[in-house]
């Protein structure tokens, strides 16, 4: 039993800032570990990942590594550092066998999905996009693989029928950062976690998310163009084209509707019904090239769509 466990933190994005800030409420965080900063907005200039953001905030100590390959130091100063375990969240660099084994239990990783179900970068995208009824958080206990360790604990999370996935996002964030804190208490009082080898059946892989991939084929079901805009809210942005223009789709749902694929159905108040190759879509928000998000309604008002026009085409 350790009354005293030292943990260290490595992730990048919000999802991970979550929980450094949960488990810094309870722990030690002798040592932060987050991707360099980076270029953005339109002024291009540096900016620091949430989590050096809530790591300076909390005054614990951040080193931002462009790789741990090739290099003894991380895994020299966990060690030297006396780190009982680091937890891992969308850390987005890859760790090698020292840095896994340094700590003395070894690395615990927040991963969004219900393992062995959407191992890879984008499981939460890829569990609307496929319909899936649940979705959920496993704390796992890292392993050289691609989230292949054996699971601590399984935690799961029922997903809305009009989730985006910015929506699922926030509420596994909340439960990865209350799961990797009761299981850490865990750690420090009993001294060992129970991990349980995934099994074999019913793995599938979350690829990486693509803009091209995010442009709406309207001869698919309206089902499926509607579950694609719903998973790829906010990030890449499901697309179409429009008059020779980008067309962001924010949100639809399906409604009844017939004609051809892509076919403006019609464009009035209630927003724009676009055919599909079976059913059709209602557009309820949208965002044309160089212009702000807005109403569809508001857009057909402004004489941005018309019935008859193609989407797509």
Known sequence: MNQNLKVAFAGTPEFAAAALREIATEFAVPLVLTQPDRPKGRGMNLQPPPVKQAARALGLRVEQPASLRGSDEIPNL?????????????????????????????????????????????????????????????IMQMDAGLDTGAVVT???????????????????????ARAITDDLRRLRDTGSLNAVPQPEQ???????????????DWSQPADTIVRKIRAFNPVPAAWTTHRGKTLKIWQAQTVQGTGAAGEILAADADGIIVACGTGAVRIGELQPAGGKRMSAAAFAAGRGAAAGEVLGA
Do not use: F
């Open 202 to 216: 019913g793995i599938s892989y979350a690829a990486k998310l693509s803009k091209d991939e995010a442009r709406l």
């Open 78 to 138: 966990l060690k030297e550092l006396k780190i009982d375990v680091m937890v891992v969240a969308a850390y987005g660099l890859i760790l090698p066998q020292a840095v896994l084994d340094a700590p003395e239990h070894g690395c615990l990783n927040i991963h969004a999905s219900l393992l062995p179900r959407w191992r890879g970068a984008a499981p939460i995208q890829r569990a609307i996009e496929a319909g899936d009824a649940e979705s959920g958080v496993c």
């Open 154 to 176: 399984t935690h799961r999370h029922p997903i809305g029928k009009r989730d985006t996935a910015a929506d699922l996002h926030d509420a596994l964030m909340r439960l990865g």
